[in-house]
């Protein structure tokens, strides 16, 4: 009898197909299965050739082949394509056996399936995987949630596939209940978006205000990536500014059009940010960045007629790159610091048990935002799982205390040169709005108070107890009955 496969693959696009290759170098036999079948017998012909692979060329196919309880991983498109999956596949599975979607799926998506599927006997993993091309073939970062009982069956492979940091661990383990695992992953492309954005501004301040080339620049990536701020988006930017583009002879970088992409997770981070009451700025400046690229036909023609400041430096270069540095530096901490807020409030309202020391362990290796100082995040949820914010511990505010100078001093230059640096400049706001025990949210208050009878609370009186004051002579004394627009 032939042997059946440990795990079964749905989707050989880039991410599927060398997930299934790593899955299988670590010694499990996988099913796959493609919706174009073709594409099945040109990767069994090709990458797959002489592996453990079961190619099958239906959803009966597939199942047939594979161990109880039967385990198949979508890796679609997000949406549609993954509803419409599970109804395909569903119906032949039986009590026990696990659906895993492996895409970048909304997180109230994967609550929906994981309790429609869990009503039908059937167990259900919603998990970010983060790493790219190269992450799902060595090592990624894997982040899954769902149905818990799900977990044991699935361990073995997953943490077998991860990324590994320095003393071995995997950088992967159980999230939590319903969505927590694809909210998870949704916030680590919040961040993300932060932290491509932040490089982006300290290129271009070196590029505009100190008219520094693509070498220069290189020059100092490889150096940055050498110390604190040693990274993978840091390392690839390095990589990014040597490559020359054989038909210009100019860098790569130099010929590609200032239009920037995006897929949604860092805009539902966002969004979920505003659902929640999250103070996360950054990471929405860094959405709102790339929307405003996109119009580029428009900022052409508004870079002819509004007015800009010359751009004139006149201090030390060396001095105002390392500068940018610790700007780069203390605004990426409170980009982090934003995420893990919001993660804290989400599994205050979904009821999860998010364990933040872990996760900054699964985002260590394998993934986009891997970096140095995720082990220092690491080490203070350690000490205090109970932390409010990045920024309070120890390590994190001597930091801020070290570059809070240069940092201003770099979004001031920005500001007076007309280089935008919406990322520093919201991240520095963050830090000084959550530094303050009074802002001018009194007078906003009593805005609203005027104009919407909203209610106030006062400085002399116990929390909870609401006012109203009697602005004009119009004024009545009904008051709203909402006192948190």
Known sequence: ?????????????????????????????????????????????????????????????????????????????????????????????????????????????????????????????????????????????????????????????????????????????????????????????????????????????????????????????????????????????????????????????????????????????????????????????????RCLSAIKEERVNASKVLPAPNIVFKGDKKAFIEDIRQALYASKICSYAQGYQLMKLAATEFKWKLNYGQIALMWRGGCIIRARFLGDIKAAFDKNPNLDNLLLDEFFTQIIARCQASWRKVVAEAALNGVPVPAFSSALSYYDSYRSAVLPANLLQAQRDYFGAHTYERVDRPRGQVFHTAWTEHSGTTTSSTYNA
């Open 1 to 289: 009898m032939n042997k059946k496969a440990d795990i079964g693959l749905v989707g050989l696009a880039v991410m599927g197909e060398n997930l299934v290759l790593n899955m299988e170098s670590k010694g499990f036999t996988v099913a796959v299965f493609n919706r174009t079948v073709e594409k099945v017998d040109s990767f069994l012909s090709g990458r797959g050739k002489g592996k453990n692979f079961i190619g099958c060329k239906t959803i009966e196919e597939l199942v047939a082949n594979l161990e109880r309880p039967r385990k198949i991983m979508l890796m679609v498109k997000a949406g549609k394509p993954v509803d419409d999956f599970i109804e395909l596949i569903a119906p032949h599975l039986e009590a026990g056996d696990i659906l895993i979607d492996g895409g970048n799926s909304h997180f109230p998506d994967t609550i929906r399936r994981t309790e429609a599927l869990e009503e039908k006997g059937l167990l259900y993993i919603g998990t970010g995987v983060s790493g790219g091309e190269e992450g799902a073939l060595l090592g990624p970062s894997i982040m899954p949630g769902g149905s818990a009982k799900a977990w044991p069956a699935v361990k073995p492979i997953f943490q077998a596939i991860s990324a590994k940091v320095a003393d071995g661990s995997p950088c992967c383990e159980w999230v939590g209940d319903n969505g927590a695992g694809h909210y998870v992953k949704m916030v680590h492309n919040g961040i993300e978006y932060g932290d491509m954005e932040m490089i982006c501004e300290a290129y271009n301040l070196m590029k505009s205000i100190l008219g520094m080339n693509a070498k220069e620049m290189q020059t100092v990536f490889a150096d940055w990536n050498n110390g604190e701020l040693d990274s993978y988006l840091i390392e690839i930017t390095k990589d990014i500014l040597a490559v020359v583009d054989p038909e210009t002879g100019k860098p790569v970088v130099d010929v590609i059009l200032d239009t920037a992409g995006q897929k949604g997770t860092g805009k539902w981070t966002s969004t979920s940010a505003l659902d929640l009451g999250a103070p996360a700025p950054t990471i929405a400046e860094a959405v709102f960045a």
